[in-house]
């Protein structure tokens, strides 16, 4: 019994994290994921991208809300070169946190592209599920 709650738990918190995305979506984006750089100590780059059975236009549209949605500001919106870029300060120091997506075609679909860059002396825990999250709102979930 304590397994299944468990259980149950963990998978409510996997579906509120990934933005209730699909597990094949989420498994892509999290095995894409990958990080560069020393956590406060230089600057880090968060990344991951995963694809989409949407036109390009439709999933730029799509992830500039959830962006919004997740309460980033300055976002800018490009349609023609399919970006969306905007920043973050959350540490208190004035300096931003970056994320900019690239949208572009793949096959019939497209492909969501997410970096999310601090600054040195800067930290962004949960990265894996919060940047898949930010892609999975591509996907209109």
């Not at 349609?79 to 572009?104: D, H, I, K, M, N």
Request: proline share 4%.
């Amino acid at each position: 019994m304590m397994f299944r709650s468990a259980m149950t738990a963990a998978t409510l918190l996997a579906a509120t994290v990934l933005g209730h995305a699909t597990s094949a979506s989420a498994a892509a984006c999290t095995s894409h994921y990958a990080q560069t750089g020393i956590p406060l100590v230089t600057g880090v780059t968060y990344k991951s991208w995963d694809s989409f059975s949407l036109k390009p236009a439709t999933a730029l549209n799509n992830v500039a809300r959830a962006i919004m949605a997740e309460g980033f500001s300055d976002v800018t919106v490009q349609q023609e070169y399919g970006t969306v870029t905007a920043v973050q300060e959350t540490s208190g120091s004035g300096r931003p946190q970056t994320l900019q997506v690239v949208v572009r075609q793949s096959g019939k679909g497209s492909r969501v592209d997410a970096t999310f860059t601090v600054q040195p002396g800067q930290s962004a825990p949960n990265m894996r599920a919060n940047i898949c999250r930010i892609i999975a709102g591509a996907g209109g979930v």
